[in-house]
């Protein structure tokens, strides 16, 4: 059988060519009538692109699928349509847009690139590869992307979905995921991307590898029966499919507790939640949430919390458990009835200092429901730097600005409290608080 990676023909230069050829125009033919209909595309699935729309779509599209990725760039474009724009917006307005797609340094990195591309190249994405890999968070394969898809020059890219193709349309059995492994990955990718045929499409060669990875070269259950590229498939021919590319098995996640404290005040159908936002870098930076803290000594400290502020445990929910990358949280939430040393009728607004104290401020708009002052400041001996009263459905709206651990909080216990009575505070103000420990079992 033919090997087309032109790093292992052993034949001569002519058959190689044509093996080469044959390989990217069968891939090409296919990608032409098969490529889905995604948003940020251009015409034909390999049009002009507007480098910024292919910027966003990449962004985002890194550890997400496609599907789960369609509606919030439509959201984002509409809100954000140019660079400047999206330089001109404010961190948390980004974060909360962001909301449920997780892996926040993405959007971090996207705006802090966007400031840098106004700065720097007055509002206009460069073509050129080395100021294209001086933006914030723009790695190689991004780059590479930019440069194929929305400047239609010949170049390499290599995610997840392009290397898995590689390793079994080569049958490559070094690990990828190494150094060794990712750089034999790119040479190839290089010597492809360059080659005649591809050369002359670097937007339908680029966007058609990932795409027979999305939808054909699947990591389980593969469709072979359906590849174009099937009869020069090495792993196809020898068996082996199924077990490349050859990774080095992930350390399983780290145990975490995690402690949590729900507080709502109100009627079960007019709930407002306290929510805290955590500082800016670390897990889930500028997000918000309901407060909380975790490790070790999670328990005691937010004991301590709600008995300064005057919350008591009461009934305890069923376990969560969120599972990212390198953590496996566990979660557990508690109701808790406030007492009267909370003065739920004293409303201020203000922000905190860089030691942490609080300073009220006058509102010179209409704002969402304050926070009592003594709850709203004891907020920062958790490490929050700012919070809010808000309604469930702001909350867990698509731009509520919430972790999917804060999420999944409020979602479990606004279900409880919806069928629960709400505990009377003496004096006739109702408030409820709902304490978790640990975080539930989802990836971002």
């Not at 080395?130 to 914030?136: F, S």
């Not at 010949?154 to 059995?173: E, K, M, P, Q």
């Not at 975790?294 to 009461?314: I, K």
Request: aromatic residues 6%; contains cysteine; proline residues 7%.
């Amino acid at each position: 059988m033919t090997d087309h990676s032109p790093a292992v023909v052993g034949g001569s230069e002519a058959a190689e060519s044509s093996a080469v050829a044959e390989l990217q125009a069968q891939l090409l033919g296919w990608y032409a009538t098969a490529w889905r209909r995604l948003p940020w595309r251009g015409a034909g699935g390999s049009g002009a692109a507007d480098p910024y729309a292919v910027l966003v779509s990449e962004c985002m599209l890194q550890l997400t699928r496609a599907a789960a990725v369609v509606d919030y760039y439509q959201r984002w474009m509409l809100r954000w349509p140019t660079l400047v724009a999206l330089a001109n917006a404010t961190e948390a307005d980004v974060l909360a847009q962001w909301t449920g797609l997780g892996y926040y340094n993405r959007a971090r990195n996207l705006h802090a690139t966007a400031k840098a591309v106004v700065a720097r190249h007055g509002g206009v994405l460069p073509s050129e590869p080395a100021a294209l890999a001086a933006l914030p968070g723009v790695g190689p394969y991004t780059v590479g992307a930019l440069r194929s898809i929305a400047f239609a020059q010949a170049a390499a890219l290599v995610d997840g979905n392009v290397a898995r193709v590689y390793c079994r349309l080569f049958a490559r059995t070094d690990d990828w995921s190494t150094a060794g492994g990712k750089k034999g990955l790119w040479q190839l990718a290089e010597a492809l991307a360059h080659a005649p045929v591809a050369g002359q499409q670097p937007s339908a060669w680029s966007q058609a590898l990932m795409e027979l990875g999305a939808t054909v070269c699947r990591p389980r259950a593969p469709s072979c029966e359906m590849c174009p590229v099937a009869g020069a498939c090495r792993a196809l021919a020898s068996g082996k499919v199924q077990t490349l590319p050859v990774r080095s098995k992930r350390r399983p996640p780290q145990p975490c507790s995690a402690r949590y404290a729900f507080v709502a005040r109100g009627r079960p159908e007019g709930l407002e939640l306290l929510l805290g936002r955590r500082p800016t870098g670390g897990r889930w930076g500028g997000l918000w949430e309901p407060p909380g803290t975790e490790g070790a000594t999670a328990s005691a400290r937010l004991v301590a919390w709600m008995d300064d502020v005057g919350l008591t445990a009461g009934e305890t929910l069923a376990p969560l458990v969120h599972t990212l990358t390198h953590r496996r949280y566990t979660v557990v939430v508690v109701v808790a009835q406030a007492v009267d040393t909370i003065d739920v009728s004293v409303e201020v607004d203000g922000a905190f200092d860089a030691i942490g104290r609080f300073s009220p401020t006058a509102s010179t708009a209409p704002a969402a429901p304050a926070v009592p002052a003594d709850l709203l400041d004891s907020l920062s001996a958790l490490g929050y730097t700012a919070a809010r009263w808000c309604s469930p459905d702001a909350a867990l709206s698509s731009t509520g600005g919430l972790s999917r651990l804060g999420q999944r909080i409020v979602d479990q216990a606004v279900a409880h409290l919806r069928v629960q009575p709400v505990p009377r505070v003496p004096g006739g103000s109702e408030a409820v608080a709902l304490v978790g420990g640990g975080p539930p079992a989802t990836s971002r």
